[in-house]
């Protein structure tokens, strides 16, 4: 008889994980939900400025413009109520800005790192300037929104940027020892012109894959497992159900840029060395003088350390610290312990510099 | 029960979790080793070179066929759109770079006049520098 009600409770608890599971995999969680109004847009981009909640005499008066990478949404930044830095941020008293992207179209696969630097990111600063009436601002750049501020921090270093963060900056790509997709994107194995022939912009799947094939067992297998068993618990489900929406959210990339990733970044290291060229200008790091928070993930497989920590020596600001953080490249700040490390740091480090 | 008892419940599949796991770990060093390799590198382009090769001659002769199917439908083909989305883009650009001259109009008018001829704003340098920049090049978009 016991056994009967114990069989009989398994499968209820079976039947239970499946249906979650089964909603987990069909259904978006609703993510980046902390009010933002739309203030400026070009093309597919959007600037957007999320709604203060501290008063503007508590709030600090340099704005911060958030800049992420190319191939995946912004949303990361704001991942969930009660999870989310651009939320934690606005609550600290910082006026914060999103540059959304947007999903380059076919149209687009001409853009460029150029584009982005100089038609693009000078233009929403503007708009937050203007907006936000302030002089100077605060810029963090994630990923590949890494090398875009950097490239504009040395272009524009006159445009009123006091303090700039980079997480997970690729920027030198020297170590090709450890650099997984430099081997993969090497010009003897990967036909970059053939690739963006066929395609024009660079697939997001194969962008997806790429990224999921540097860890192929946790990816495709341990993920689904430690959900499974997590499967009782809501913490553990709302987590999950929020970074797999944002994960599966996969675009393309705009092929022009794409193309100077290879080429300019991952095969001849053109920014460390000096030689890269933006529309006719050098970028010369030297011109870099904001102040700088490097943060660098130490178990990031996409942007190993030693792609972030040689910029220090390069550049010209005075006023740099590097904090290294336990975790991944997404994890470091969307993962559960991030409003425990990250998130602080990088409050206390800004606050320090935003009067 | 005596386990359940004492606050804990016996798990009879925890000793094979464990087994599992440790399986995992060990075959995810040897697959991520596994794919940080030449061959790997290798064998994967070749892969996506021959699938692109194999598949040009049918991406080619949809192109034409559809081309030639919006023409007689008198519909404008992907190009024909491709040029015209460029051409809004230019479109939106210009009416930012005038959006940004008028703030800077509106701004310097609202200023006493010792103060308008001082130096531009830095955000309006930002983008007049972008779209100075954009026209030396001559770049469409």
Request: hydrophobic letters at 40%; charged letters at 25%.
């Amino acid at each position: 008889m016991a056994e009967t009600v114990s069989l009989s409770n398994d499968w209820t608890v079976l039947d239970r994980k499946l249906k979650t599971f089964n909603r987990l995999m069909t259904t978006k969680a609703a993510i980046a939900q902390t009010p933002k109004e739309l203030i400026w847009t070009l093309n597919k981009a959007k600037l957007y400025r999320y709604v203060p909640v501290v008063p503007a005499e508590k709030r600090y008066p340099v704005p911060m413009i958030l800049i992420f990478a190319l191939m995946n949404r912004p949303t990361i930044l704001d991942l969930r109520p009660g999870h989310s830095f651009v939320e934690y941020m606005v609550g600290k008293g910082y006026d914060i800005y999103l540059l959304d992207w947007g999903v380059p179209g076919p149209e687009d696969s001409n853009l460029k790192f150029d584009d982005y630097t100089l038609d693009y990111m000078p233009r929403a600063i503007r708009k937050m300037m203007q907006v936000s009436g302030a002089k100077e601002f605060s810029m963090l750049g994630w990923c590949i929104g890494a090398i875009l501020t950097t490239i504009y921090a040395a272009l524009r270093p006159d445009d009123g940027l006091r303090n700039l963060v980079l997480l997970t900056a690729p920027l030198d790509f020297s170590n090709r020892e450890q650099l997984t997709f430099s081997r993969w994107t090497d010009e003897r194995y990967f036909d970059l012109d053939k690739v963006l022939a066929a395609f024009g912009n660079m697939p997001g799947e194969m962008i997806d894959f790429g990224a999921k094939a540097l860890k192929p067992v946790e990816n495709y297998i341990t993920n689904y497992l430690k959900l499974w068993e997590g499967l009782e618990d809501p913490r553990v489900v709302e987590a999950w159900h929020s970074m797999n929406t944002w994960v599966t959210d996969i675009f393309p990339m705009a092929g022009g840029a794409y193309r100077q990733l290879i080429v300019d970044f991952y095969r001849n290291n053109r920014l460390v060395r000096g030689e890269l060229n933006i529309r006719g200008e050098l970028v010369d790091l030297k011109r870099l003088r904001a102040n700088l928070l490097n943060v660098i993930a130490e178990g990031d497989h996409i942007t190993p350390p030693c792609q972030s920590e040689a910029i220090l020596p390069k550049i010209g600001s005075t006023d740099t610290e590097v904090y290294r953080v336990r975790g991944g490249h997404i994890g470091i700040m969307a993962g559960s312990g991030a409003h425990k490390q990250t998130w602080p740091h990088i409050d206390s480090w800004l606050a320090a510099r935003s009067r | 029960m005596a386990g359940e008892k004492n606050g804990a419940t016996a798990d009879p599949f925890e000793a094979f979790r464990k087994v599992r796991d440790t399986y995992f770990e060990g075959m995810s060093k040897v697959m991520i080793d596994a794919v940080n390799t030449e061959e790997y590198a290798q064998a994967t382009g070749t892969l996506l070179n021959n699938y692109l090769t194999a598949s040009a001659p049918f991406r080619e002769a949809m192109d034409k066929a559809m081309v030639m199917a919006l023409e007689h439908l008198s519909l404008p083909s992907r190009q024909q759109v491709i040029a015209l989305a460029e051409r809004f883009t230019n479109l939106e650009t210009r009416l930012d770079d005038l959006d940004a001259k008028l703030d800077r109009i509106v701004e310097l008018s609202s200023r006493p006049p010792t103060a308008a001829t001082s130096r531009p704003e830095e955000g309006t340098q930002a983008a007049d520098a972008g779209a100075r920049s954009r026209q030396q090049t001559g770049r469409k978009h």
